[in-house]
């Protein structure tokens, strides 16, 4: 009986859903891009999800952080945007973005990332054609944390830009000279060959899955989102980017000098260990507490006593 009543109430919402999303032509087609939207997300969005996170990355917190923090700043903005009317050619090309990316969605199954630019596509039809141009310009906090929450891999986007733009493996002899210098500074015999640390009884190559990259990224989107989550201003958003990124920096130089110690003095188990596993969580963990830290020390964020998104 009770399973009824529940399956009943169930029908009802949707019945009142569908009479309400068919009492207009625009309600029909922001449904149907609803529909596309809704597909993505079940399958295509949260399996990437699942997977980056089961193979240990971190972005997927963020992706999800980025996709609540958007969702309830919609939702506690929802009176506000009762009020934006969109003109008659913004309405029209609205729809036409809607009706272009359900059209395309089809042909875009094969790969996760074509199925978020479409969806993307959809969402700004659907934004254009129910509150117009207005939203973009007062809901730029709202846009950014959109885009960051779309696809669970857009946080390899960097990776892409900085390996077209710079020459190859640049990063590797910025971090092996970083490594080099620190360990010459703590007093280890150390001598740089490209991206080889080489100390008298061993050495160490810097590659790209650890010369910091990553660790970078990963600071810098966790930089953006504490600064929009807190509502700081773009200075300050801009402050802790850049200390993120100079602290991630900073951990990684440690780590790769303490990899090279490890080879070159210690035994094998001591390098698998800094390398992998538990010595990479606690390098991180130090990393976010020193982060955290400095951000109190420095001022630049008051978490006690800084409201988060009204």
């Not at 009543?5 to 019945?15: A, E, G, P, S, V």
Request: hydrophobic share 50%.
């Amino acid at each position: 009986m009770i399973y009824w009543n529940f399956y009943k109430r169930y029908i009802l919402i949707i019945k009142k859903i569908l009479i309400l999303f068919y009492k207009s032509l625009h309600n029909r087609i922001v449904f149907c891009g609803l529909i596309v939207g809704l597909y993505y997300y079940l399958f295509s969005w949260l399996k990437t999800l699942i997977l980056f996170s089961i193979s240990g990355m971190t972005f997927p917190l963020l992706t999800a952080t980025a996709a609540y923090l958007a969702l309830q700043e919609l939702w506690q903005k929802k009176n506000k945007l009762t009020h934006f009317n969109p003109g008659t050619m913004q309405r029209r090309l609205g729809h036409s973005l809607i009706l272009f990316g359900v059209g395309l969605f089809p042909l875009s199954l094969h790969k996760g990332w074509s199925q978020a630019l479409v969806w993307l596509v959809i969402l700004v039809g659907i934004i254009l054609s129910t509150w117009g141009i207005t939203f973009f310009k007062y809901y730029k906090r709202t846009i950014v944390l959109i885009l960051l929450s779309i696809y669970p891999g857009i946080y390899l986007l960097p990776t892409y830009l900085w390996r077209a733009l710079t020459p190859e493996r640049t990063m590797d002899y910025i971090q092996a000279w970083s490594a080099n210098l620190t360990l010459q500074m703590i007093g280890y015999p150390s001598n740089l060959d490209g991206t080889l640390v080489k100390l008298p009884t061993g050495s160490i190559e810097v590659g790209w899955g650890c010369n910091g990259f990553d660790l970078i990224v990963l600071m810098l989107m966790t930089s953006l989102l504490i600064g929009i989550a807190y509502r700081l201003k773009s200075l300050h958003i801009i402050k802790i980017c850049f200390l993120g990124c100079v602290l991630a920096f900073t951990f990684n130089t440690a780590r790769i000098a303490l990899l090279a110690i490890a080879v070159a003095y210690w035994d094998g188990s001591s390098f698998d260990f800094w390398h992998n596993g538990w010595g990479g969580q606690i390098f991180s963990a130090a990393m976010f507490t020193a982060y955290y830290y400095l951000l109190m020390h420095m001022r630049l964020l008051n978490f006690p006593h800084t409201s988060k998104l009204p």
